[in-house]
């Protein structure tokens, strides 16, 4: 399917263990995005990758890494997932530059217990 | 630090009447703005945006207001339809730093 896609949607996982949340875009996009949203906090950038191996980081990034080997996959791992990371993550791509559109994928939620 | 604020969290309004939505920033840097809707279990979705060398920008019902030197922007909506219910972002961007930063969202309920 064309567009961007987040897998999975939903995620249990226990607290210290290493968790992937995935995101692919079919647009060859050269910007990608991932953002946690948390009440009280909106939308909080993480990390940010302007093409293929390139990667820089965001407001909140301690406790997460990315990669971009390929231009249409962003993956986001947590090292070694606390409580606090519970949130719904969303993952973004646009096409030029942060100040094109910024096309979502539908979420992940993820819980840590 | 919360660059980009939005300091109403929910909003009411009537159907038909003008539904305004507003959004401070405190980073100088920030050159281009731009306005999200999410609607619950969606990703958000682009709506409007506005460049700092301008002070209005228009789309159809959707109107987006910059005051630079009030550090200030918003976002009016005319008139309202029960469909524009849903939480708005405001997001900003520094051409220093290429990073889109969003604001906390303000819900807007849009009443029949």
């Known amino acids: 399917d064309a567009g961007i896609t987040q897998s999975p949607r939903y995620k249990i996982t226990e607290t210290g263990r290493q968790v992937t949340l995935m995101c692919h875009q079919t647009?060859?996009?050269?910007?990608m995005f991932w953002y946690r949203q948390d009440l009280g906090h909106g939308l909080r950038l993480i990390y940010y990758s302007a093409a293929a191996d390139i990667t820089d980081k965001g407001e909140v990034p301690d406790g997460y890494v990315v990669s971009r080997s390929k231009t249409e996959n962003f993956p986001l791992t947590l090292e070694s997932a606390t409580r606090s990371q519970t949130s719904v993550y969303f993952c973004?791509?646009?096409?030029?530059?942060?100040?094109?559109?910024?096309?979502f994928g539908q979420g992940t939620r993820l819980t840590v217990v | 630090d919360q660059q980009v604020k939005q300091n109403s969290p929910s909003l009411s309004v009537q159907e038909g009447r003008i539904s305004i939505l507003n959004c401070d920033y405190t980073n100088s840097m920030f050159d281009y703005f731009l306005w999200y809707k999410k609607y619950p279990a969606e990703g958000p979705t682009f709506l409007i945006s506005i460049s700092s060398i301008k002070d209005k920008n228009e789309d159809g019902r959707f109107t987006v207001f910059l005051n630079k030197s009030a550090k200030h922007l918003s976002l009016h909506i005319v008139p309202s339809q029960p469909g524009d219910s849903a939480v708005y972002f405001c997001a900003a961007v520094s051409g220093a730093t290429n990073k889109l930063i969003f604001g906390t969202g303000t819900l807007l309920a849009v009443q029949p």
């Open positions: 973004a791509s646009s096409l030029r530059d942060s100040r094109t559109e910024a096309f």
């Open positions: 647009w060859s996009h050269s910007y």
